[in-house]
């Protein structure tokens, strides 16, 4: 069961208002806090949004974590990090249930610089970063998009980089992305939980780029892949 809290200011403009004001609401679901502003105007089946921001700041990852299944993450009780995940989504446009109309939305993650790793380990993700940001246009598939700005692993036996963007998300997606990574499994291993009774050795180093939409990737056309590993 989920705790809801629920505190802040809404109100109406006059007596037969059709228009809702937000102001510094705060809504804590499941311990996740969010905090929305803005307006919003109703009537003839649709809501029209005005500046509206909802934001999730500097949410702790650990606490997210303990609501993820356990078999999932087996040992989520042992996970130990600093991560902590911000979100803020800005929505404008009109919702219409008559016409299917959607409202626009562009919604930014980011993950700063973060250690990760399980507790009775010395080796672990010693830098964790994700900076991403999700365009929603309703009336336009095309337009829909995800951009990754800045996204990097760095650990023991770990380092991955990488960055890209992926549009026509509702169509035939087009992926441009660029990525390049080394993994040493003898390392990598040792930042897993005891008990994992997991074994492996040897190397892999890569590096891809990606121009090509979704439908035409085949293992056959990633001539820009190069993989290596011992």
Not at 49 to 62: R, S
Not at 132 to 146: C, E, I, K, P, Q
Not at 153 to 162: A, E, R
């Amino acid at each position: 069961m989920f705790n809801v809290y629920i505190n802040g200011n809404i109100s109406f403009k006059g007596r037969n208002s059709k228009s809702v004001s937000v102001e510094d609401l705060k809504i804590s679901l499941a311990g996740i806090p969010f905090n929305i502003n803005g307006a919003v105007k109703y009537g003839n089946g649709s809501l029209q949004t005005d500046n509206l921001v909802a934001k999730i700041e500097e949410f702790p990852l650990e606490e997210f974590i303990k609501y993820i299944p356990k078999a999932i993450v087996p040992q989520k009780e042992k996970v130990n990090t600093n991560a902590r995940l911000s979100v803020e989504a800005n929505i404008y446009g009109t919702y219409n249930a008559v016409t299917g109309e959607l409202p626009y939305a562009d919604i930014a993650v980011n993950i700063p610089n973060s250690y990760i790793g399980f507790q009775g380990r010395k080796e672990k993700i010693k830098d964790l970063h994700l900076n991403a940001t999700y365009h929603f246009r309703g009336d336009n598939a095309d337009s829909n998009l995800v951009r990754i700005e800045k996204f990097g692993i760095d650990g023991d036996g770990i380092m991955v980089s990488g960055k890209g963007a992926v549009a026509d998300l509702m169509g035939d997606p087009y992926i441009n992305m660029q990525m390049k990574g080394y993994l040493n499994l003898d390392s990598a291993v040792q930042m897993l939980p005891a008990g994992s009774d997991l074994f492996a050795q040897g190397t892999v180093d890569a590096s891809m780029e990606i121009k090509s939409r979704l439908s035409n990737l085949t293992p056959y056309n990633l001539a820009n892949t190069n993989l290596k590993g011992s």
